[in-house]
Nanobody, 124 residues
Framework: QVELVESGGGSVEAGGSLRLSCSVSAYTTTMAWFRQVPGREREGLATIETRRGVTYYSASVKGRFSISRDPGEKILFLEMNTLNPDDTAMYYC????????????????????WGQGTQVTVSS
């Protein structure tokens, strides 16, 4: 069993930045960040294949968000820049022992380990 605990969410004004952290008990082969707003499906944002460091981003965040990991501290990060109100959501980190890249890695059904989420609110 892999445990994931997110932190770093909060309220920020449009144009601002936040860095989310996900403390993990172990890195799985593929890890990712998702977000969800009430009434909508969970949206995949960024993934990383932890052994090679290969990353992939959704079109909605590419160029603004960056996923990374700290191997020594077992922390997964999501650096978020140029935030706008549409980025308001609950953000989750997720992991799977399967190797996933590309669009398939952005599908929530590919992951079986999830954190409890951290709320991000962006005001205009």
């Amino acid at each position: 069993q892999v445990e994931l605990v997110e932190s770093g969410g909060g309220s920020v004004e449009a144009g601002g930045s936040l860095r989310l952290s996900c403390s993990v008990s172990a890195y799985t082969t593929t890890m990712a960040w998702f977000r969800q707003v009430p009434g909508r499906e969970r949206e995949g944002l960024a993934t990383i294949e932890t052994r090679r460091g290969v990353t992939y981003y959704s079109a909605s965040v590419k160029g603004r968000f960056s996923i990374s990991r700290d191997p020594g501290e077992k922390i997964l990060f999501l650096e978020m820049n140029t935030l706008n109100p549409d980025d308001t959501a609950m953000y989750y980190c997720a992991g799977t022992w399967a190797s996933r890249t590309g669009e398939r890695a952005l599908l929530s059904k590919e992951y079986n380990y999830w954190g409890q989420g951290t709320q991000v609110t962006v005001s205009s």
